[in-house]
Each structure stands twice: as C-alpha cells, then as structure tokens.
C-alpha cells in the first residue's frame, strides 16, 4: 500500500479495480451456468498494470493485448456492455460475436490469442506513427511465459535499431499456464531487453503510487523519444490460467490475496470498498442482462469469395515487351511507388548497391530511401510488423528471400494476417503483399528450391497470385495494388525472373487471357484439343513445350490451362477445358499429395462427376530437392513427363 492516504485518484483507480474485477468474477460465473462458451483467462489480481497504463495514454494512442486482455480493455475503452456482450457471442458485442474472449478489436484497441506474435505487430502500428510522424505510441501487453517466444526478440531488436515508439508492458505473474517461470526463464527477464539497447523500468501491482508513477515517466520517455521502453510489471494473478485450472499451492495463492491491493483497501475502508464493489456489480449485471436479451450474431460472411466476379471474356494475349520477368515485376514496384505513398517495402537485403537476393528491387531504396529499408534476419517479424502497417492503412510489400523461409513466417499469416479482419468484425482490412520465390532448378539443394505454396493455399482470408511470363506480371503488381484488400501471398519464382516476356508463342498455338484483374491464361491449340494441362508459375514453361512436342511428333493437341490466382480458384476456365478432353495432366513443382492440382480436381469433380476420364499428377519428389544437377533434373517434373503423361492418357499405359 501507499505510504500515502488514498487520494482521491487512488479512489478512481480502486472504483475502475472493482468493476474489472467485479468483470471477470462475472465472465467466470457465466462460464459455470453456460452462458459463456469456450474459455476466458480472467485478470483478478493483476487490474492495476491495465489501468495505470491507460491513464497515461492520449486519445490516437494504440494498444496491442493478448489473451488476458479484459482488463486492458475495459481501461482502456471503458466498454463493459460491449465485452461482455463480446464474450457471450451477441451482436451487440464489440466483434460482433466473432473474436470472442482474446480477438477483440475497438478504437486502436487491438488483442490476439497467440502468444509473442502480437508484438511484431504492435510494433508495425509503432512504425505506422512514426511514418505519419506522429506524437503517439503503441503498447503490446505481454506475459512473462510469452518471453519463451522468438519474435519477440526479433521485434525488440527491430524496435531498438529502427526507433519505434513502441512501449512492450510484461506483466510478471510468474506463471505461463501452470509452469512457473523458474522452470523456464533462464537470465533476468529485463536483461533481454537491455541486451538491445532498450532502457527498462520494473513496478509491481502493489504499489500503486509507485507503479503510477514510474509509467507516467516510461510513457514520456517513448513519447518524447520516439523510441521503444520495456516495463516490468511484477504482479500475481488470482484466478485460475482460465476456467478452473489451477495447480498453485493455496497457501501461495492465500499470500497473495492477503497482499492484494483491493484485499488491504477493504480492511482500510470497508464502506467505500463495499460502496465501490456494488456498484461496479450494479454496472456488470446490467451489462449481462443487456447481453442476455441481445440478439445472436449475423451468419458470417464467406472469407474466400473471390475479389471480382470472374468474366468469361477471353482475350487473345499479344507477345509482352521485350524484357525480362524482373524488369517487369521491379517496373512495377518502382510505378506503383511512384503513384501510391502508402506502398513501403523492405525484407532482408532488399535494398541497394544489393537490390535483393534476385535484383528485384534493385534501385527502389535509391529512388525512395525512406519507403525501403533493409530488415535483420526476421521473417516473423517482417511479416508481422507488415501486418501492424497494413493495420493503420499502409500498403506494405515484404520480401521473403526464398520461399523455403515462408514457414518462419507462417504464424503471423495464419493467425494474424488473415484473421483480423474476419475476427474484428470487418472493422479493420489487412492489404498486405507477400512476395518470395519458390522453385529448384538452380542447384540450390534441400533447403532453397522447394515449392512450398501449397502450405499456405486456402488460408480464409487470403489470396494467392502466382506469376508467369504469359502475363505480364507488372500487370498483375498494377492490379493488386489498386485493389487489395486482404493480406496476398505472390509466389514468383527463381528462373521465371530471368524468362523473356517476348518469347515466341508455339506454331499452331494462341495465348489467351480471361478479361479480369488475376486471369486465367490458355494456351489455345488451332485444331480440337485432345488433353487439358494445369499449371502455374514456373511449371509453365515446361508445359509449354511440352505442348510443343506432342504436337510435332505426336500430332497431339494440349490445352494449356494457368490460373494466375490460385486461392481463391476460379474452377470454371479448367473446366471448361477438361469438358473439351476429358483428361487432365497436372503438372506442379511442389508435392502433389493435397497440393493446388488435387484441390482444383476436387472443384472439377464436384461441379461435374462424369467430365472427367483420365487424370495424371506430375509434383515434386517424396525426398527434399537435392543438390546435384543430375539428381535434381530427374527429381522434378519436367517437358518429357508431361509429354509421356499425356501419351499415357491419350493411348493408354
Ligand atoms: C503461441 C502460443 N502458444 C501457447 C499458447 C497457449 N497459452 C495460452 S496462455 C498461455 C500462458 C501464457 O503465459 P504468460 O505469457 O505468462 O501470460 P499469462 O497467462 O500469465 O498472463 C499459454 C501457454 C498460446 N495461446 N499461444
């Protein structure tokens, strides 16, 4: 306890402990009776480091909780009827029933259920003040069993070397579920952040002059700097993880009830504490009465419906300009730079004399050195500090070297990027593009020349492009950036960049294109086709010739089809073709077990049983990609076997 008298400030705060307490003794109760489904981690105990923090803040500044989220919520917002109307899945709640406990979303309030992942989050919102030069700042709440997680070290060293206005507030309630953190936290936990040059502040929860105090200074300090601060917040949690799991000794959870600030206060002054406690129950029951008679949620929204009606208009596709995949694709990064000031870019080696792994980039940081930067060795939290940018309306481009390294990223895709706009209710977008190539062929052995595209198709909320040299892949970049509005994953590819967009077309065939933004390509046999060929990106040039060859020396017509957007997938244009032949040959670098080839047959099954007489998957091989030349050539599908494929399926095997 203070040494002072409770002021009147002390008063307010005690009143706003009651109601966050009063809060989640409620969430609990309703949980017990079946009016809250799923889980609720609930923060009796720890109110103080919530409410301390959000006393500081000014209206614009941000904030980014997790899991145990109520507290910071209600201290920040004040919205009791929203979140309970939130966690017991109404309409009326501040998601509308859709993020529930830990995936709410109001006013710059941000909180996600995925331990150390919000960080580099909260620190692309940091960086989105600091490109609009602003004065206001963004805290992340995390746990100290979140300090297991590695993003977060890679955000707090990005935050140090970029100087983001990022204040990271951990709360130290010495568990992480039911492991106390000496079984798992070697070190001191402030050392960490200091080791990045981060200067660092430790409170508890049981003191709050102290506490108030020491985060009015931290607060300023960010605010005034621009710069990123660690607090330590020690505290202890009085409940359970969540519901009832709780294996703490009770003679140590007594302790802490004994210390508990709200504990000392009602022996201090039982009438005020009685007076605040009822009101505060006053207020949440009203709130749960509200919330009972409210309406249920809306069915939601499909999250895959494509972005544009598909048109079935083909048209014929004119040789490209005689240039190379890269020029076009670094053409139209450096066009619609030019054009659209919320476009940033950065990845690892991205900018100049360097100019990216493959040269994509190259000239881009030159030509806008304050909207490219390079990034450490991070792509978790490249991708997620994309993700905090996309938030604020941004247009980020991150670059991930090779696509091998997509799955360090992985989380931040799937639990972040294409979450929050479903689970925020649709009051947020995520416009964020993800470019890395796939693709062997270089000799670049296991762990640079896979096509792991497969990994990351059909995520909801997501799309999918692909590029090919048929289609202008600047074209493509114009489309995406004048219409996203969802997180895109663009998987280019190591030797197309290389590939001449002039490349003539085969004797006795046409290119064709549908007439949308992301189009299907065929290529179009003159006479009746007798095969269907499914591909995309890097497999296409291989199919082409392909194509070439049966029909030189086999008098065999193939019809090309290759979809630039592969999630979500347009099945007609494949379906038209395969109605034509009957037989398809899918051909694809990656792993054909549940890869894009499979799910496209499954659409052409399901929308027409009987079109369909002979099918082939040609994918990658059950072993990684190997080194060696020899090796590798005969690992992956190539002309020869889809020529071979396609004799099979026309003559038998
Ligand atoms: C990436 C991830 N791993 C595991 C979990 C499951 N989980 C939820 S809360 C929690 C404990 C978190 O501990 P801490 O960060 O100390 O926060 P506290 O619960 O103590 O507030 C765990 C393991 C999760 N949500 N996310």
Redesign the pocket.
């Known amino acids: 306890m203070a040494e002072k008298k409770p002021t009147g400030e002390l008063h307010d705060l005690y009143r706003q402990m009651f109601l966050i307490r009063s809060m989640e003794t409620s969430l609990l109760d309703l949980f017990g009776r079946g009016e809250v489904s799923g889980t609720v981690?609930t923060?009796v105990g720890?109110e103080l480091s919530g409410l301390a923090v959000a006393r500081t803040l000014r209206k614009g500044d941000l904030v980014f909780s997790?899991?145990?989220c109520h507290g910071h919520f209600i201290a920040r917002t004040g919205d009791v009827e929203g979140l309970v109307a939130e966690v017991m899945g109404k309409r009326s709640g501040v998601c509308a029933g859709r993020g529930g406990s830990q995936h709410i979303y109001k006013d710059g309030f941000y909180s996600n259920?995925?331990?150390?992942?919000i960080v580099p989050v909260a620190a692309g919102l940091a960086l989105a003040l600091k490109l609009t030069n602003s004065d206001h700042l963004c805290v992340a709440f995390?746990?100290?069993?979140?300090?297991g997680?590695g993003v977060v070290y890679e955000t707090l060293n990005i935050a140090a070397k970029w100087g983001l206005p990022l204040l990271v507030v951990l709360?130290n309630?010495l568990?992480?579920?039911s492991t106390h953190?000496s079984q798992t936290l070697g070190g001191d936990i402030c050392a960490r952040a200091e080791a990045f040059g981060i200067e660092t502040v430790t409170a508890d929860t049981w003191d709050p002059m102290d506490l108030i105090g020491k985060v009015q200074e931290t607060v300023q300090a960010v605010r005034g700097s621009g710069r990123p601060r660690f607090l330590r917040i020690d505290t202890y949690?009085l409940n359970a993880?969540s519901k009832g799991d709780d294996d703490r000794s009770a003679a140590e959870v007594r302790s802490y009830w004994e210390k508990d600030l709200l504990t000392r206060f009602a022996k201090e002054d039982s009438p005020l504490a009685s007076r605040f406690q009822r009101e505060a129950e006053e207020r949440v029951a009203a709130a749960v009465v509200k919330a009972r008679e409210a309406a249920a949620p809306e069915p939601p929204i499909p999250s895959a419906q494509a972005p544009s009606a598909p048109c079935r208009r083909w048209i014929r596709t004119e040789p490209g300009q005689n240039r190379r995949v890269v020029s076009a694709i670094q053409g139209a990064l450096r066009r619609n730079m030019e054009r659209d000031a919320r476009i940033i870019l950065f990845g690892e080696d991205v900018s100049d004399p360097y100019g990216g792994a493959f040269k994509v980039t190259k000239g881009l940081s030159s030509r806008f050195p304050s909207r490219v930067f390079n990034t450490p060795i991070s792509e978790a939290a490249i991708v997620g500090i994309g993700n905090g940018l996309a938030l604020r309306g941004f247009l980020p481009v991150v670059e991930i070297m090779f696509g091998d390294f997509m799955g360090l990223a992985a989380?931040q895709i799937i639990n972040h990027a294409s979450k929050f706009r479903y689970m925020y209710n649709e009051q947020v977008q995520v416009p964020l593009v993800i470019r890395t190539p796939m693709g062997g062929r270089r000799g670049y052995g296991p762990t640079h020349s896979q096509s792991l595209e497969k990994h990351f198709l059909g995520i909801p909320g997501t799309m999918m492009l692909a590029l090919h040299e048929r289609y202008d892949p600047g074209a493509v970049y114009d489309s995406l950036f004048s219409r996203i509005d969802r997180p895109t994953i663009v998987i280019e590819n190591k030797l197309l960049y290389g590939a001449m967009l002039s490349r003539a077309v085969p004797a006795g065939f046409t290119w064709e294109h549908i007439d949308e933004p992301f189009p299907t390509s065929r290529l179009r046999p003159k006479s009746k086709p007798d095969a269907t060929v499914l591909c995309y990106g890097g497999m296409l040039p291989y199919a082409e010739a392909a194509a070439e060859r049966l029909f030189d020396e086999h008098e065999l017509a193939c019809e090309i089809i290759c979809p630039v957007r592969l999630y979500p997938f347009d099945p007609l244009p494949l379906l038209d073709s395969i109605r034509a032949t009957g037989r398809l040959v899918i051909a694809e670098e990656g792993v054909s077990f549940a890869g894009f080839g499979t799910e496209a047959v499954g659409e052409i099954i399901e929308a027409d049983p009987r079109c369909l007489r002979g099918l082939r998957r040609l994918g990658g091989p059950p072993h990684p990609i190997p080194a060696s030349v020899a090796l590798e050539q005969a690992a992956l599908p190539d002309a020869q076997r889809i020529v071979q494929a396609v004799l099979e399926l026309v003559h038998g095997a």
Do not use: P, S, V
């Not at 259920?113 to 992942?117: A, D, F, L, N, S």
């Not at 995390?142 to 300090?147: N, P, R, V």
């Open positions: 981690h923060c720890q997790n899991h145990r259920g995925i331990q150390g992942g995390i746990g100290d069993g979140t300090l997680e709360e309630n568990y992480a579920q953190h949690r993880h989380d």
